[in-house]
């Protein structure tokens, strides 16, 4: 079973950039596709990005597309979440799952990490 911990998160102005990373324990790591999901106060929690389990293939809600990149280092059962140009609407708590992607689609799985906060001032 893997289990996930996401760090990175933080307090930063619009503009600003902040990396998230999720590490992952066991040995099943570079088995899973892996997303990202944020939640905001008082909603329901939305897809952010996804990386397939090689690494080759990516997806990107249209909200962070060209701002955020997904990327994986199965060496170090680690996956990051690259943001930039942070918007005060990024504001929430950041969670990595461990999934499937398949034809295009991430399917989030039953493994979730605590989350991490992620805050943007204006």
């Known amino acids: 079973q893997v289990q996930l911990v996401e760090s990175g998160g933080g307090l930063v102005q619009a503009g600003g950039s902040l990396r998230l990373s999720c590490a992952a324990s066991?040995?099943?790591?570079?088995?899973?596709?892996m997303g990202w999901f944020h939640q905001a106060p008082g909603k329901e929690r939305e897809f952010v990005a996804a990386?397939?389990?090689?690494?080759?293939?990516?997806k990107y809600a249209d909200s962070v597309k060209g701002r955020f990149t997904v990327s994986r280092d199965n060496a170090k059962n680690t996956v990051y979440l690259q943001m930039n140009s942070l918007k005060p609407e990024d504001t929430a708590v950041y969670y990595c799952?461990?999934?499937?992607?398949?034809?295009?689609?991430?399917?989030?799985?039953?493994?979730w990490g605590q989350g991490t906060q992620v805050t943007v001032s204006s």
């Open positions: 990386i397939s389990w090689g690494g080759g293939s990516t």
């Open positions: 799952n461990a999934g499937n992607y398949y034809s295009g689609s991430y399917s989030s799985g039953n493994i």
């Open positions: 066991g040995r099943t790591f570079s088995r899973y596709a």
